[in-house]
């Protein structure tokens, strides 16, 4: 494996890079790395593919700006552009988890030509709306605690989850795997309440993130903290005006669907499943593939499973 940096203005973006063939781009989510990635690239450089993992801004060894309009959907999208054009003279294929999963959805809108198709983890494509999901959640959550809700005034999560780094990202990646209990990623307390407030930190973890892994991601965040991370969360409104000439619009190129089958995700929105129909404004729908008795982190928990799914969609392009 070797690491590249691409540019985009002044932001520096980390990719890791192995193999060679047709490329393969993976987009990683919160709070994560490029590191997420790090058994689908093994297994399809082995198949013959370019395999590359980015740093999304904020993260890793990537540029880490203050601003939370930095981390609006469209700075982020041009910013996958921007390693595409580094890595690529042709289309590539993107594989985008968790935050990833929009990032690269908007890509293949924006930037149609440097897409070939785009495999989704854990968050299906909902089209751009006139509201951003935040003013849904408020609704919503208007007498509980959401952590989208916690994570918009500035500095009170960075503090929580940085006061102990390691066991807060223990207890993040518990929460909402297939491992812990139903219900406890969104579990019922005060608006008002810490995120981390009621989540375990087993000890040991699950065997799927080893003990070197999560010192991988603890180092990570140990260095660059938690803010950029979160400004994505708080950049929603923005996207609403940045996105208007892609609202509402279908993607028209190859797609998939990944997903755990006890993945919070799939129930932010009480009463409705959001993995019911993942390729409704798909035109070009491959299928999605459900993995039982996983969560959220599905590429990490499942990674044979996940793996196998992605050779099926890759093969029929």
């Not at 985009?8 to 047709?22: F, K, M, Q, T, Y």
């Not at 924006?110 to 198709?117: G, I, K, T």
């Not at 603890?218 to 803010?227: K, M, T, V």
């Not at 979160?230 to 996207?239: C, P």
Request: net charge negative; hydrophobic share 40%; charged share 20%.
């Amino acid at each position: 494996m070797e690491f590249k940096e691409a540019t985009n203005g002044d932001i520096v973006l980390r990719v890791a890079i192995e193999g060679s063939g047709p490329v393969l781009l993976c987009v990683h989510g919160w709070p994560e790395l490029w590191y997420s990635w790090r058994h689908q690239i093994a297994h399809f450089a082995e198949l013959g593919y370019t395999v590359a993992a980015m740093d999304v801004r904020g993260y890793g060894g990537s540029s880490k700006p203050e601003p939370i309009a930095a981390y609006s959907m469209k700075n982020l999208s041009s910013d996958v552009a921007a390693v595409i054009r580094e890595i690529s003279d042709d289309p590539v294929v993107l594989l985008g988890h968790d935050w990833g999963a929009p990032i690269v959805w908007n890509t293949a809108l924006l930037y149609p030509d440097f897409v070939r198709a785009v495999a989704g983890l854990s968050v299906p494509y909902v089209p751009g709306r006139d509201a951003a999901f935040i003013d849904l959640a408020e609704q919503l959550y208007a007498d509980r605690f959401f952590y989208q809700i916690y994570f918009q005034q500035e500095g009170v999560a960075e503090a929580e989850l940085e006061a102990d780094v390691s066991s807060s990202l223990r207890k993040i990646y518990y929460a909402i795997s297939g491992d812990a209990p139903t219900g406890t990623w969104l579990i019922e307390k005060p608006r008002h309440s810490p995120l981390l407030e009621g989540m375990v930190d087993p000890d040991p973890f699950p065997e799927w993130l080893t003990t070197a892994d999560i010192k991988t991601y603890s180092d990570a965040f140990e260095n660059g903290g938690f803010r950029g991370p979160l400004n994505r969360y708080r950049a929603q409104r923005i996207d609403v005006e940045d996105l208007v000439e892609i609202r509402g619009r279908t993607i028209q190129q190859p797609t998939c669907f990944i997903g755990g089958e006890k993945d919070a995700a799939r129930h932010f929105m009480p009463g409705y499943d959001l993995y019911t129909n993942p390729g409704r404004a798909c035109d070009d729908f491959r299928g999605s593939t459900i993995i039982g008795d996983v969560g959220h982190w599905v590429q990490q928990e499942a990674p044979a499973e996940t793996n196998s799914a992605l050779e099926v969609f890759l093969g029929s392009l």
